[in-house]
């Protein structure tokens, strides 16, 4: 239990630890132990050319329930493009076509540098399929008014399960992986790597700073009580992040999402070099504008007009569609776009 005063921990991770047989974690948490060569792939739900990454659906054998392998290609590490990495003796090439000075190959490099980021959700709901599958986006402008009647109802019936997010909290899980840990409970958080981050990669750095206060879901909650929290986040996370990784606070991204992944505050740091997901105009709000905002009205997050972009197979999109916010497309228009 905190003593209620701010303090601060930056944690050495320790030596990794395998999930011992009964399959509990060694804070008692319960975690499945999973085997790639167990997985049986039957949908694949995303391969996105761009970002290198593709989401299989599938089952592991003698398993119930669905599961989701996410499968995603490093980002080079500079550390790595040296004699000892990609231009060692045990890198091979494979020649595709050569034409005066231009040579296209295909490079084999060791498999100790060539991993592929996995990431398993198992088991995987309904929500997690429809947020991994690619399908079409539209962006809706929410009024507060909107919110009130539309959004909050759904996201509070809707939302996805908060107990990952307690297990860190309560340091039930991942406290390997914290980088800084202010325990206040008022004005306390959690920096911990983000899911999408392996944690080592200096040229994708990911960072989640979660919030310890409970009942604040997103932006729409925030007013002037809140700056003093905000604050902390964002110098407190600046130097963490320095002492450990080296990247300097104006060398990073420091801001929310609207709408959150998952409704309990949080904010996201990343790399300025690094186009992580999520980082455009209609998604991100940067952590000083909404500092500087509530600064200028106490209640500006109350009153706004938000927007966000939302997927048809989101239930919220069924929503607001059903209301009269996203245009509905007849069967001749359809006729139409098909031609």
């Known amino acids: 239990m905190s003593d209620g005063n701010c303090q601060s921990d930056v944690l050495e991770p320790p030596c990794s630890k395998k999930i011992k047989k009964d399959d509990q974690n060694e804070n008692g948490v319960a975690e499945s132990v999973l085997e790639l060569k167990d997985f049986v792939p039957c949908k694949i739900l995303n391969n996105n050319t761009n970002r290198k990454t593709v989401c299989i659906q599938g089952n592991f054998k003698d398993k119930s329930g669905v599961a989701l392998v996410i499968l995603e290609k490093n980002a080079f590490k500079e550390d790595e493009l040296d004699s000892k990495g990609y231009f060692s003796n045990e890198s091979g090439l494979k020649t595709y076509f050569q034409n005066d000075i231009y040579g296209n190959f295909e490079c084999y490099p060791n ?21 991994f599958s690619q399908q079409e986006v539209h962006i809706i402008q929410e009024t507060p008014e ?17 107990q990952w997010v307690y297990n860190i909290l309560e340091g039930k899980s991942e406290q390997d992986r914290i980088v800084h840990n202010n325990k206040c409970d008022k004005e306390g958080f959690v920096l911990v790597p983000d899911l999408k981050w392996d944690g080592l990669t200096k040229e994708t750095l990911y960072l989640l700073a979660i919030v310890r206060q409970r009942g604040i879901k997103s932006l729409r909650d925030l007013d002037a009580t809140h700056l003093s929290l905000l604050k902390r986040i964002r110098d407190e996370g600046k130097k963490a992040i320095f002492d450990k990784y080296k990247v300097r606070g104006s060398q990073l991204r420091i801001y929310f999402h609207y709408q959150p992944s998952f409704y309990h505050l949080h904010i996201h740091f990343t790399y300025l070099r690094h186009e992580a997901p999520g980082i455009y105009a209609e998604k991100s709000h940067l952590l000083d504008t909404v500092i500087n905002n509530i600064e200028m009205m106490s209640d500006y997050y109350k009153k706004a007009t938000l927007p966000f972009t939302i997927r048809e197979m989101d239930t919220l999109f069924n929503v607001y569609e059903t209301n009269g916010y996203v245009q509905k497309i007849k069967s001749d228009d359809i006729e139409l776009i098909d031609k």
């Open 111 to 131: 498999p100790s540098i060539n991993g592929v980021k996995t990431t398993i959700i198992y088991p995987a709901t309904e929500k997690h399929i429809a947020k």
């Open 146 to 162: 909107c919110y009130e009647k539309l959004t909050l109802p759904h996201l509070e019936k809707e939302q996805f399960n908060l």
